[in-house]
């Protein structure tokens, strides 16, 4: 249990950072979307390790292949596997965390859990599990766009205190993937990439904030009481590996509102209802209202640094534990295509659950 | 779809603010277990309207009664149903209600999503549909505290701008009891009463932050990767009524550290491993791991005011709104029970399921 | 675990034979669904004890309440939960059944599995248990007919070895009403009841078999490949007390044809695909094809017998049981309400699933 | 939807006929087993075309890779994926089919349901889905008889009207595997393999009966009311290939019998309850008492004949097809470990969610 999510688009992700690959199946995509494993290498191209100075250098290709559930360039309905090999795995540098449990990171409770890991690369807490997430997201955004030309844009808000000043409203997918940190705000992404590369120097690292806008949303998505859409985004966005909070529209700040500073009031844009502002983050009682879906995801500085800590290793003594490997300075540019993956399987879950509630009226 | 939760420790909830009643199934209980309604009503009374000069003044006594599942005193494993009736229902003060949509409530997209509601006290939207969660919470913790001596304690730690100085590592429930506000910081809760009082004056209303933490915690609990133990939590917290956001240890502010400053060293403490910090909030790769779980949670301020507003009317035609009712004007103090019920029913889950993973060795 | 049935169209039954009462929280029924308790109460008359002379004589009156869901007069798309009382408990009748395992019956397993059973009137293992199942059924068996006019009927087609004989295509419900048996077979129906009250007499049951004909089924319902329509009837009809055989279409009596005899040629109705024959029942490579769908459930004689039978003590020493109480003599005429009603939980809820499949092309 | 199975022990299959592969992902197998390739190919090999004279002549060697999941040998309680490239693909025999409808074959429905279908081989309704069960179902044989020595036969009980004579308690693998048919009578199972290939020189198709056993199973596994252990198996066997019916213990012939002859009576052997007679064929309420599980599946004949057959177009016009194609003229020694494989699937994932039951008392 635990790798498999959705209720209509279900999805069951595999895989651990060394060993065959990682992958996904996909159940419950409906026929005829035309789909091919370009569709889906855009978004992994995005997640991959080795794509810029201030990610990872693992040199992994990540090519996917579809193994089924699409023919002649269309989906058939049934599930659709895709499988990601493994390439550039290095278990040397990992010889050392065999041993000892590296501190904030998933070492000591996997070990507590299943009295076995896969100590190479992280195993399944590695960021390579995200792949079939991605793949899958690819798959859901193409059927959001094709079902109600939904658009699911994040980008780094925050890295540590440098804070980007971005208009949701129309911040596009060329800003964002104008440089290489993805955060649209040219002048703090230049100075926090410096940070972020200073940090890689240091054997450091940082953290911050992902934002997330959804553009032209379908009214009516999200089914109380617990499966309600910001349950449903908050779930998925704290299933990814480093997130320590979420929050939806207003969030945390909206609580220093009184009820009158903070609702949004309604009004008519034609026939359309609107409303004025957007504190609810386009959901009111758990339902889309139709207004742009924004939220923003907390990601702490990656667990695992190049500096000498206090640990304990596995055998039960205290020791110091000096991390080997290549890992990320700062998870957020490589966060950025997991949150829209996991946005978008929410919201097609939805989507198409949306469908079986108004058969009668 | 939407009113049921859990995987092993399943809940289904039902009813809305006015009607028949409201409550729930519990099924997949272990048997053994004492179970009287007494165990249930200790928290049904912390959840229930008019309690205190501080929530909305509906008299409802909120007496449940268990409907199966119990024989002699015990759990038999068979399903459990609760049931709570409605007494003080007041239809007349939503009249108007029933024709125009409150602002950042859940009417607008009531109506969109099912083309029809009870407008009557909110209908499923209103808190009283928290009844059934509240009521299965209580078995939770019961059964918790009976494997683990696990200890699930929630309390109000920001009023707006009034923020609680309280020792996660020592509160108690007496403390947390000792005032109408679930407040254990006495002072603060002095104050953040008077604002309240005044809110409720004004027609106006208040919002801010429960935190939760979790004592003796079975290290083990939760599922990669989809079912972390944060991600479950996020999501039963982020389905409670008027939710923002949340986050788990260090949250948000854990974001403006460094790794070598965020990172929770480990130590032993004799044979137990420990963490010297607890940036991780108890939960590390999404598995507990024995330190206290700590969470808090964001609570806008109640969305039902009684001053005018502009809005637009079912019918289609923007207009003003001055509601009335009986309204919290802040919703913290009856959000604490609900906030420890939820949390309880994630643990039991992953508790109960965890059963199922070292079979073998 | 257990107690909850369906994916969209989901339903959670609770209660046991003495106690509070039996019931079911539908959660997934569309809204817009005129609905009152009348149309419940039908199919629970047709399932309640004491309704004739070849059933228990128990006297309940199984009414049942609707707690929620429902606003003025329609359903709201929120969970309907629907409550029937326990009256007529004897639980005298069952102190030596408290002690002593009845043969065949579930009051072994359930202290195996369980550790404690509740022993009035059979617990869980009652057939009081699927009041709830009926009662679900009955709202099931209404939208099916709205959105398709759908018609589910079920009969006794066998008491031990007297075998009615039914024209498939055109028995009616006021022929399966016409006799306290529901088997529209006159003749057959008059000798079978004779037998059954004979084995009332002599404290012993019988068993036989009920068919299912439902007519106007939407093509396309069933998911390949684990939810294959015959599949989820297999499921639903063997969840049933004292069922012990499924069979669909041909069933076993067409493993003794060969290809060329048992397939089904395809032919035009004018622009509607039939086959000339039905040896599918209905359903082809697990999907529903537009013919009637057929199948056969077998139900064993009743476990509970009032002569003395050997048997084991809950203390762990041979006896001999005289079981007391009220119990069927034959379960089928009550069984044909219960096998209606599954059978509509299970094609409403992949009636509702079908919906989101076919919404790209 | 409908490629995922189980709830704790869950599987997804994918994968078509002719495609870059099928297979499976297994989430929820507990760590700590040691686990091969070799121990999957076994079951692989039993289920693979080419294997004999009497089945489908396709040549795959339906080798298997295990792309995760599993550490130096064992497994890691992570999900396991399992590959099984296509190879010996010859699209162009079906070039007709995918113009005609075969009778009583999926085409029509698939085409009906999705509006689109992998012609190829049968595409997802192909007997290669199969693999990723029988794959995921030699993982579940494994843990159960590492938890309990758990035995699962499956064995072809009659071909047609030949009907072997086997003794249930004492048959064993040796014996079902010493010919082709894997029928353990070895004068019947000649004679029936005679009257295969006669039907397969016809090109006609027969069809039987597999019956299994299971041995040295746990009391106690099986949940009512829903999740009976009987309804999970008879829905596990009534979603493979070809199959029709489904029947436990007396089953059908049972209902001939009034409740004294029927019944089984208990008795102790030493400490442990015994029944004399097994027409419960191993389950009570629902719930595995100890004795030998004993249940059958009706297959029918292939529905894939080379004789000519009248048919409709997808163009929608009536007209003859004569099918091409490699095709098991009789399904029977290949449903053999799909039967054992889907009983061992249902088996596990029951055991592991017994472990939540008794955690009390």
Chains 1, 2, 3, 4 share one sequence.
Not at 319 to 338: E, I, N, S, Y
Request: aromatic share 6%.
């Amino acid at each position: 249990m635990g790798s498999f999510f959705g209720q209509v688009f279900r999805v069951a992700t595999f895989g651990e950072s060394h060993g065959g690959g990682v992958g996904v199946v996909v159940d419950g995509c409906p026929p005829h979307l035309p789909l091919a494993e370009t569709d889906i290498q855009v978004d992994l191209d995005r997640r991959r390790p080795g794509q810029s100075a201030i990610v990872t250098p693992r040199q992994e290709s990540d090519r996917c292949e579809i193994l089924s559930g699409v023919f002649e360039g269309k989906t058939l309905g049934t599930p659709i596997a895709l499988l990601v090999r493994n390439q550039d795995a290095r278990s040397q540098d990992y010889q050392e965390m065999a041993t000892k449990f590296r501190p904030s990171h998933a070492d000591a409770t996997y070990q507590a859990k299943y009295g076995i890991r896969n100590w190479q690369g992280g195993g399944r807490a590695s960021a390579r599990e995200t792949i079939g997430r991605v793949a899958a997201g690819a798959i859901a955004k193409k059927i959001l766009h094709q079902v109600a030309h939904t658009e699911v844009l994040a980008y780094v808000q925050r890295v540590r205190n440098l804070e980007a000043q971005i208009d949701i409203g129309t911040v596009t997918a060329a800003q964002i993937e104008a440089n290489i940190l993805r955060c649209p705000d040219a002048a703090v992404a230049a100075q926090a990439i410096a940070e972020i590369e200073q940090a890689r120097r240091e054997g450091n690292s940082l953290g911050g904030v992902v934002e997330c806008v959804i553009r032209s949303v379908p009214v009516g998505l999200g089914d109380p009481v617990f499966e309600k859409l910001e349950a449903e985004l908050a779930r998925a966005m704290m299933s990814l590996p480093a997130s320590k909070g979420f929050e939806v529209g207003s969030g945390f700040a909206g609580t220093y509102l009184t009820g009158r500073e903070h609702n949004d009031e309604f009004y008519l844009e034609g026939d359309r209802l609107r409303t004025r502002t957007n504190r609810s983050g386009g959901i009111q009682g758990g339902i889309s209202n139709g207004e742009d879906i924004v939220f923003r995801v907390a990601f702490k500085p990656t667990a695992t640094i190049l500096q000498p800590q206090n640990t304990v290793s596995v055998a039960g003594e205290e020791t110091t534990l000096r991390a080997r490997g290549r890992h990320d300075p700062c998870v957020l540019p490589r966060a950025v295509p997991m949150v829209e993956a996991m946005a978008a399987l929410v919201l097609c879950d939805r989507y198409l659950y949306q469908q079986t509630v108004r058969v009668l009226g």
